[in-house]
């Protein structure tokens, strides 16, 4: 029986170890909750501004094209264009370019419709490229004034009364440059 009494005595000096091991448990995953419900908070705070009045601004300095209410915004969409290789105008000898093109849209539509157009689009694009010579494309306001360029002309096909820098194609990258 002296056994017996052991035992029973052991388990009660068990028992106040495992609550306390459930409490610590409980408490850490509250703190978690609360840590992760505050982090999220705070993210959604910076994506969704409080301020009315910076609304209102952004409202107004929107063009026309506003997404319908309860539309998710996607990030941008781009279009890779097929590689272009092009004679330059010779400076010093025979020169070439070959460039590799992403077009920045407003939309897939958009994009769509930047592929139905594809072979004239490319046609023009080489007869822009081939005009060039290597001393224009050099500098980076050169590289620069020819992806304006380009965005105009693609524009243009696109959505033939567009004012120059308006249009469906909001941006030209060159993903790959060499004149040689």
């Known amino acids: 029986m002296a056994k017996d ?8 000096v ?7 091991k459930l409490l610590i448990i409980i408490v850490a995953a509250l703190v978690l909750v609360l840590a992760l419900g505050g982090g999220g908070f705070m993210v959604w705070k910076k994506m969704h501004p409080a301020d009315e009045e910076e609304d209102v601004e952004v409202a107004a300095a929107k ?11 996607t990030g941008p969409i781009y279009v890779a264009l097929d590689q272009f290789t092009v004679n330059l105008v010779p400076d010093n000898g025979d020169q ?8 920045e849209v407003e939309d897939l539509l958009v994009g769509d419709r930047l592929k139905n157009y594809t072979p004239k689009l490319r046609n023009n694009v080489m007869l822009l490229l ?10 980076k306001a050169g590289k620069e004034a020819l992806a304006n360029e380009i965005r ?5 096909i696109l959505d033939p009364g567009a004012k120059p820098g308006y249009g469906p194609v909001k941006e030209v990258l060159f993903t790959s440059f060499i004149i040689q």
């Open 63 to 73: 063009p026309k094209t506003e997404k319908k209410k309860g539309a998710k915004e």
């Open 130 to 139: 081939s005009g060039k010579k290597a001393a224009e494309l050099i500098t």
């Open 152 to 156: 105009d002309l693609i524009n243009e």
């Open 96 to 103: 070439f370019l070959q460039i590799m093109i992403s077009v």
């Open 14 to 20: 068990a028992a106040p170890k495992k609550s306390k």
């Open 5 to 12: 009494a052991k035992p029973e005595a052991e388990g009660a």
